[in-house]
């Protein structure tokens, strides 16, 4: 059974960066052409999708975070992790990761599949 | 970017009922729209992908249909555990995005 499970920080100070990790059961992350995303929920703007990478080094963003975030990934621990620099208030919100069930060889999604537990994470100083 | 609409924003119902629910996307995503249920505290859970198959697992009471711009969700003899709210999401082109939501309430 296909598992993530985020780590990382909940608090942060405006300017800092937010760093998350979702660890991955059930699956390598480096096989299978997953497409491994982060999203994120806030009450004054909803869901918003960040950002996905595949193949362990590709990686698409949300031009709205310009160049704030950075995604990446260590396969020998079968993890994925987000980075968003330079936080303001802005950025409060509960984060996600999640599988998306698409086929990077075909460029198709179908879907975010499996999700991590979330983490609240709460920009103030 | 992508604009998704989603109404009603809530919507009322008891049951045993069947509801539906709309989803209209700012530009044409074909078949690329997929729908979640989120109870408060969970993450969303993946119901529909393209528009009208069934995630596996997914009781079959659950259907989308839809192409183009207009796509519906709609429940058949509603349970309380269907109770939640409901979101589309197109996966058509970068960024993804998300609908604001339509409650589904007793």
């Known amino acids: 059974q296909v598992q993530l499970q985020q780590s990382g920080p909940g608090l942060l100070k405006p300017s800092q960066t937010l760093s998350l990790t979702c660890t991955v059961s059930?699956?390598?992350?480096?096989?299978?052409?997953?497409?491994w995303s982060w999203i994120r929920q806030s009450s004054g703007k909803g869901l918003e999708w960040l950002g996905y990478m595949f193949n362990s080094a590709h990686s698409y963003y949300n031009p709205s975070l310009k160049s704030r975030i950075t995604l990446s990934a260590d396969t020998s621990k079968n993890q994925f992790s987000l980075r968003l620099s330079f936080v303001t208030a802005a950025d409060t919100a509960v984060y996600y990761c999640?599988?998306?069930?698409?086929?990077?060889?075909?460029?198709?999604?179908?879907?975010?599949?499996?999700w991590g537990q979330g983490t609240m994470v709460t920009v103030s100083s | 970017d992508i604009q998704m609409t989603q109404s009603p924003s809530s919507l009322s119902a008891s049951v045993g009922d069947t509801v539906s629910m709309s989803c209209r996307a700012s530009q044409s995503i074909s078949s690329s729209l997929n729908w979640y249920q989120q109870k408060p505290g969970e993450a969303p859970k993946l119901l529909i992908y393209a528009a009208s198959f069934l995630q596996t697992g997914v009781p079959s009471g659950f259907s989308g249909s839809g192409s183009g711009t207009d796509f519906t969700l709609t429940i058949s003899s509603l349970q309380s555990e269907d109770f939640a709210t409901y979101y589309c999401?197109?996966?058509?082109?970068?960024?993804?995005?998300f609908g604001q939501g339509t409650k589904v309430e007793i």
């Open positions: 059930g699956v390598s992350i480096s096989s299978g052409g997953y497409y």
């Open positions: 999401q197109q996966s058509y082109s970068t960024p993804f995005t």
């Open positions: 999640a599988r998306d069930q698409g086929a990077a060889a075909d460029g198709v999604h179908y879907g975010m599949d499996f």
